[in-house]
């Protein structure tokens, strides 16, 4: 496994051994319970696995990492907050509107401010982002 | 100018951030984005509402190709015949980490 990577690059990848551990020993897991299981299952015990294991990489500090934490243990919905609609229109305000969307793709997101909202958003698209590259890279191997 | 207002430690949801505050954030989102193929000066500075809507996209891509390799990966797991080379693919994975 790599070590301490100096690159101070935000793209590269400090918290690629943890997802990387996680996502494999449950893949693991999901492959000695292969033939018990349907392809369909399996595909969403392997999601439900990735989204843990992105999680637990980023672990508490992130709201979003919590919010999904909570949503996959709870198996529920998180709860959405009242929406903090003003009629000022201003650019500040034109883009809280416009993060709406956003809002809903992020775990979470609903009760962020929007300042929070974009922080959490950077955090969220880097370790989806490595999740993607690491199965990518386990499918590659497998089919290769 | 009363948006400064927002740098203090107000702890009420009311305290507005600054329009500055919103570009700078706005732009390292943008450069987490996939960088289009021929970038000049001005693509770069991509409007705030672009850059949210880009970020949306990328999102629900990002999270549909979760969904499709956990496919994958859920059918390669299937064979029982390939249950230790499939064992032996992820050890290998994990080493080359």
């Known amino acids: 496994m790599k070590g301490g990577n100096p690159n101070p690059n935000p793209n590269s990848n400090p918290k690629k051994p943890l997802l990387a551990n996680h996502f494999i020993q449950a893949l693991t897991r999901i492959n000695l319970a292969a033939q018990t299981s349907s392809t369909r299952q399996r595909s969403h015990c392997i999601k ?3 989204y843990v294991s992105m999680a637990c990489a980023a672990g508490s500090r992130r709201a979003w ?3 999904m934490l909570q949503k996959i243990r709870l198996r529920s919905r998180v709860l959405r907050l009242p929406g903090d609609r003003r009629s000022i229109v201003s650019v500040v305000r034109r883009e809280e509107n416009r993060a709406d969307v956003l809002r809903k793709l992020l775990p979470g997101g609903q009760a962020m401010e929007f300042s929070s909202l974009l922080e959490e958003t950077a955090s969220y698209i880097q370790y989806l982002s490595a999740q993607v590259r690491l199965m990518q890279t386990i499918v590659d191997s497998m089919f290769g | 100018m009363s948006s400064r207002r927002s740098r203090s430690s107000e702890s009420s949801s009311s305290s507005r951030i600054t329009e500055e505050q919103v570009i700078d954030l706005i732009s390292k989102l943008q450069a987490l984005l996939p960088q289009p193929q021929t970038p000049s000066t001005t693509d770069r500075v991509s ?9 949306c996209s990328y999102i629900r891509n990002l999270q549909n190709e979760v969904h499709d390799l956990s496919e994958k990966l859920a059918e ?3 064979e029982t015949e390939e249950t230790n080379s499939a064992q032996a693919a992820l050890i290998r994975t994990l080493l080359l980490m």
Request: hydrophobic share 55%; aromatic share 6%; net charge positive.
């Open chain 2, 47 to 55: 409007s705030a509402a672009k850059v949210l809507q880009e970020t």
């Open chain 2, 76 to 78: 390669f797991l299937a």
């Open chain 1, 65 to 67: 990492s919590r919010a």
């Open chain 1, 48 to 50: 439900r696995a990735a």
